[in-house]
């Protein structure tokens, strides 16, 4: 019995140092950007403001967070509605290629984000398409789609068909049962496809690297080139705890209406 | 029974309307933005760039195999494709050895589950430039870590922690622990509590019961968690990038530097050719293995 609760104890202590390494850069972020000195070194000083006050003052970070908030929400318009049609053909009717087909829908997530994103920039090139936030939002859609493909096929498979059915023989027509039956049925999926496909758009650097100029800068990119150019800059703690905060709303409600273990 | 024929026709015909309806407006797009930009990327790896005299970049467009044979004959690429596959290795044991006894306890734990799923997951939602800012935040010059150090008399001079392979292999873990705990995680989770009961009722004591019974059957979440971790690290961009900060490359980021700092688009399209059938290779091999574990099975 001793040995046993000496393992318990063990796993536990190993536990929580993994949930620390897990959390810890998040943690810190938040915790530093009440930071009142001018520089970011540990051991911090007081408490202020001053860096959520610079961020609202900073041009740059938020027509920064302005583009990206667009393409997102463009992403996810966009999305969802391709994904949902090609889910449902895939989920209800049989035709050669099936297969082969949701595996080719799924396979932007297979390709790696650096080789999309200069193969994105030939294309545009090649086609004399200049940069512009459409540039970003029809790249974002390809990278985004698969996750609303994948998620409404998941509620389809668990939809039971007989319900369908019944609003039929009741009298209802095929538009009135998709609208009244089907589409509430599986909102959970459509509900997951859209949070995903708007975060994968909002938080994308490896394929928007490649499209981004100095002035049409999604926010990712800029924190991104500005860390890679200028090493760390405390104004970055604000704007990440910003955008933390307006995650984990998201992801709460995701968790409310979806549950995160069935995704 | 006379109009079944022509119901039947005009049912397939209907339905494959409905098909191509529903798929070919998504299918449009992965045409433009997937097969469209891939095969460019194959021709530019054949093309070649120029300096001109003023530094001006001119394009050769010819047909040729010199940038891949570049490629074999450079030391330096092959150094960056071989640092590429170790590190992603390296991350791939390091998750193991951090995720499984995590996920352990997750998949035995029966109060604070959800809050504790929700803690491995919550990483997962915060992006992946910020966590990395965070790790710079934590591991840098004036950073938590070397204050730590510095005050308990540990170091008497600042530990260098990021801009280098150490830097980058926390960030790298720290992006992908959650893949490894969550794909882990569920396949314990199914594994029946009375099989473990059935080996203690036996004379098993707690480790034989883990080791011979608990281990084998999670063996399948192990080899997929580390699938997934080890092709989703060859290619990770974000995290190398700032946390070797330019003094160490791997292929994304080489990708990066080539066409857009050194505007060599013939060569970026060549490594991230090499970069791509790199990654396939790794999930083709991995769905082989797959397929062979569960015939074992």
Same mark, same amino acid.
């Given at each position: 019995?001793?040995?046993?609760?000496?393992?318990?104890?063990?796993? *536990?202590?190993?536990?929580?140092?993994?949930?620390?390494?897990? =959390?810890?850069?998040?943690?810190?972020?938040?915790?530093?950007?009440?930071?009142?000195?001018?520089?970011?070194?540990? !051991?911090?000083?007081?408490?202020?403001?001053?860096?959520?006050?610079?961020?609202?003052?900073?041009?740059?970070?938020? /027509?920064?967070?302005?583009?990206?908030?667009?393409?997102?929400?463009?992403?996810?318009?966009?999305?969802?509605?391709?994904?949902?049609?090609?889910?449902?053909?895939?989920?209800?009717?049989?035709?050669?290629?099936?297969?082969?087909?949701?595996?080719?829908?799924?396979?932007?997530?297979?390709?790696?984000?650096?080789?999309?994103?200069?193969?994105?920039?030939?294309?545009?090139?090649?086609?004399?398409? !200049?940069?512009?936030?459409?540039?970003?939002?029809?790249?974002?859609?390809?990278?985004?789609?698969?996750?609303?493909?994948?998620?409404?096929?998941?509620?389809?498979?668990?939809?039971?068909?007989?319900?369908?059915?019944?609003?039929?023989?009741?009298?209802?027509?095929?538009?009135?049962?998709?609208?009244?039956?089907?589409?509430?049925?599986?909102?959970?999926?459509? =509900?997951?496809?859209?949070?995903?496909?708007?975060?994968?758009?909002?938080?994308?650097?490896?394929?928007?690297?490649?499209?981004?100029?100095?002035?049409?800068?999604?926010?990712?990119?800029?924190?991104?080139?500005?860390?890679?150019?200028? $090493?760390?800059?405390?104004?970055?703690?604000?704007?990440?705890?910003?955008?933390?905060?307006?995650?984990?709303? @998201?992801?709460?409600?995701?968790?409310?209406?979806?549950?995160?273990?069935?995704? | 029974?006379?109009?079944?024929?022509? /119901?039947?026709?005009?049912?397939?015909?209907?339905?494959?309307?409905?098909?191509?309806?529903?798929?070919?407006?998504?299918?449009?797009?992965?045409?433009?933005?997937?097969?469209?930009?891939?095969?460019?990327? $194959?021709?530019?790896?054949?093309?070649?760039?120029?300096?001109?005299?003023?530094?001006?970049?001119?394009?050769?467009?010819?047909?040729?195999?010199?940038?891949?044979?570049?490629?074999?004959?450079?030391?330096?690429?092959?150094?960056?494709?071989?640092?590429?596959?170790?590190?992603?290795?390296?991350?791939?044991?390091?998750?193991?050895?951090?995720?499984?006894?995590?996920?352990?306890?997750?998949?035995?734990?029966?109060? #604070?589950?959800?809050?504790?799923?929700?803690?491995?997951?919550?990483?997962?939602?915060?992006?992946?430039?910020?966590?990395?800012?965070? #790790?710079?935040?934590?591991?840098?010059?004036?950073?938590?870590?070397?204050?730590?150090?510095?005050?308990? *008399?540990?170091?008497?001079? !600042?530990?260098?922690?990021?801009?280098?392979?150490?830097?980058?292999?926390?960030?790298?873990?720290?992006?992908?622990? !959650?893949?490894?705990?969550?794909?882990?995680?569920?396949?314990?989770?199914?594994?029946?509590?009375?099989?473990? /009961?059935?080996?203690?009722?036996?004379?098993?004591?707690?480790?034989?019961?883990?080791?011979?019974?608990?281990?084998?059957?999670?063996?399948?979440? @192990?080899?997929?968690?580390?699938?997934?971790?080890?092709?989703?690290?060859?290619?990770?961009?974000?995290?190398?990038?700032?946390?070797?900060? $330019?003094?160490?490359?791997?292929?994304?980021?080489?990708?990066?530097?080539?066409?857009?700092?050194?505007?060599?688009?013939?060569?970026?399209?060549?490594?991230? #050719?090499?970069?791509?059938?790199?990654?396939?290779?790794?999930?083709?091999?991995?769905?082989?293995?797959?397929?062979?574990?569960?015939?074992?099975?």
């Amino acid at each position: 019995m001793g040995r046993r609760s000496l393992i318990g104890v063990l796993l *536990g202590a190993f536990n929580l140092l993994v949930y620390l390494f897990l =959390l810890a850069p998040i943690a810190v972020v938040i915790i530093a950007s009440f930071n009142s000195s001018a520089r970011l070194s540990f !051991p911090l000083e007081g408490v202020s403001l001053q860096w959520y006050r610079a961020f609202l003052a900073n041009r740059e970070l938020l /027509e920064a967070l302005r583009l990206s908030a667009v393409v997102a929400l463009a992403t996810t318009a966009l999305a969802l509605p391709l994904g949902l049609l090609a889910a449902f053909a895939i989920d209800r009717y049989r035709f050669p290629g099936r297969d082969a087909l949701s595996a080719f829908l799924l396979s932007p997530l297979l390709i790696p984000g650096v080789v999309l994103g200069i193969g994105i920039l030939i294309f545009y090139a090649s086609v004399g398409l !200049p940069i512009s936030v459409w540039g970003f939002v029809l790249a974002h859609v390809l990278i985004a789609s698969p996750y609303v493909v994948r998620t409404v096929l998941a509620s389809l498979a668990r939809f039971d068909r007989s319900l369908e059915e019944a609003a039929m023989s009741l009298g209802a027509d095929d538009l009135r049962t998709k609208r009244a039956v089907t589409l509430p049925a599986i909102r959970p999926g459509l =509900l997951a496809g859209g949070i995903f496909a708007f975060m994968t758009s909002f938080d994308n650097v490896p394929l928007s690297v490649f499209l981004a100029t100095p002035t049409v800068t999604p926010l990712p990119v800029k924190i991104y080139a500005d860390l890679d150019s200028h $090493g760390i800059d405390p104004v970055f703690t604000a704007v990440s705890t910003v955008l933390i905060v307006g995650t984990l709303a @998201l992801v709460l409600l995701l968790d409310r209406y979806v549950g995160l273990e069935r995704l | 029974m006379a109009g079944s024929i022509a /119901e039947r026709v005009y049912h397939l015909k209907r339905s494959r309307w409905s098909v191509l309806a529903g798929v070919l407006p998504i299918l449009s797009v992965y045409v433009a933005l997937l097969v469209i930009p891939m095969l460019l990327l $194959g021709q530019f790896s054949l093309y070649r760039k120029l300096t001109g005299e003023m530094g001006q970049v001119v394009l050769i467009r010819e047909v040729s195999l010199a940038n891949y044979a570049k490629f074999l004959a450079s030391p330096f690429y092959f150094r960056i494709l071989k640092d590429t596959l170790v590190m992603a290795l390296t991350v791939t044991g390091l998750c193991v050895l951090l995720g499984y006894p995590v996920a352990f306890s997750l998949s035995r734990a029966r109060r #604070w589950k959800g809050i504790l799923y929700l803690l491995v997951l919550a990483p997962f939602f915060v992006s992946v430039v910020i966590r990395t800012y965070g #790790w710079m935040v934590i591991l840098g010059h004036n950073g938590l870590v070397n204050w730590l150090l510095l005050a308990s *008399g540990l170091v008497t001079a !600042p530990v260098p922690l990021i801009y280098n392979y150490t830097g980058i292999l926390i960030g790298v873990t720290h992006i992908m622990l !959650p893949y490894m705990v969550i794909t882990l995680e569920a396949v314990l989770r199914k594994i029946d509590r009375s099989l473990i /009961e059935a080996a203690q009722g036996l004379g098993a004591n707690p480790w034989q019961a883990f080791s011979r019974v608990i281990f084998p059957l999670s063996l399948p979440g @192990l080899v997929a968690g580390s699938l997934l971790v080890f092709a989703l690290s060859v290619s990770i961009f974000t995290t190398p990038s700032l946390m070797g900060g $330019g003094r160490i490359h791997l292929m994304s980021t080489i990708i990066y530097e080539e066409t857009m700092g050194q505007v060599n688009w013939p060569s970026g399209a060549m490594l991230a #050719w090499v970069l791509l059938v790199t990654t396939l290779a790794v999930l083709g091999l991995s769905q082989l293995a797959a397929r062979r574990f569960e015939w074992r099975r």
